[in-house]
């Protein structure tokens, strides 16, 4: 079965540098989520998207911004990136639009580095 | 605030020795609670969602169940290839986000 695919699954930046984390949800699932995962810690909710629209909103710093476009697939882009920005950036998708299938389905994770 | 905290933070076992992981939770309206299963470096595996206090799941040797205040994740026979964190977290009826807990670290000794 078709999973969620995140790329790059590993990047390294230097501090004050860009990047942009892509997402490509399940097949007609129709809401993106994106959390951060530190070291030894559990994923913290960044932000959400249902239809492209942002649904809810965690605590992601205002040096970020996510959007969803209309093949359903969300980026993440983070600016001014600071030394706390390295973790584990994980998408995950749903499919709200069926009480069956709300379940928040994983991607791989991409690994940021800032240096 | 919705709050997950799970027990213990760490549990080591023999193979074959059964044993159950805690999840409490305070939720002002439950939505639903999910386990997920994280292997090191990689994305969490989706186990199972309960919806209502006394609904039960099962996959293989693993069981989940929920009351009003917290679920349980049994793990019956475990086997090395069990090793892993467990995840729980729950969704509110009002948001479209996942709160988890901060994990059960499980080791299998074979």
């Known amino acids: 079965a078709a999973g969620v695919i995140q790329s790059p699954r590993h990047l390294i930046k230097e501090k004050r540098e860009t990047a942009t984390l892509k997402c490509y949800p399940i097949?007609?699932?129709?809401?993106v989520y994106w959390y951060q995962q530190g070291p030894g810690q559990d994923p913290q909710f960044l932000i959400s998207?249902?239809?492209?629209?942002?649904?809810d909103k965690g605590s992601i710093p205002d040096r970020f911004s996510a959007q969803q476009f209309s093949d359903y697939h969300s980026e993440l882009n983070m600016s001014s990136l600071e030394l706390g920005d390295s973790a584990l950036y994980f998408c995950?998708?749903?499919?709200?639009?069926?009480?069956?299938?709300?379940?928040?389905?994983f991607g791989p994770g991409t690994r940021l580095l800032v240096l | 605030e919705d709050q997950v905290t799970q027990s213990p933070e760490a549990l080591r076992l023999q193979e074959g020795e059964s044993s159950s992981l805690n999840c409490s939770y305070t939720?002002?309206?439950?939505?639903?609670l999910f386990w997920y299963r994280q292997d090191p470096g990689k994305g969490p595996e989706f186990l199972f969602t309960?919806?209502?206090a006394g609904e039960e799941k099962e996959k293989e040797r693993l069981k989940a169940t929920l009351t009003k205040k917290e679920s349980f994740l049994h793990i019956t026979a475990p086997k090395p290839e069990d090793s892993a964190t467990y995840l729980c977290?729950?969704?509110?009826?009002?948001?479209?986000?996942?709160?988890f807990g901060q994990g059960t670290r499980l080791t299998i000794n074979p």
């Open positions: 995950a998708s749903s499919q709200r639009t069926s009480m069956l299938e709300e379940t928040q389905y």
């Open positions: 097949p007609r699932h129709d809401t």
């Open positions: 998207f249902y239809e492209k629209m942002q649904s």
């Open positions: 939720v002002s309206g439950l939505r639903g």
């Open positions: 309960l919806y209502s």
């Open positions: 977290a729950v969704e509110n009826q009002g948001a479209q986000k996942l709160v």
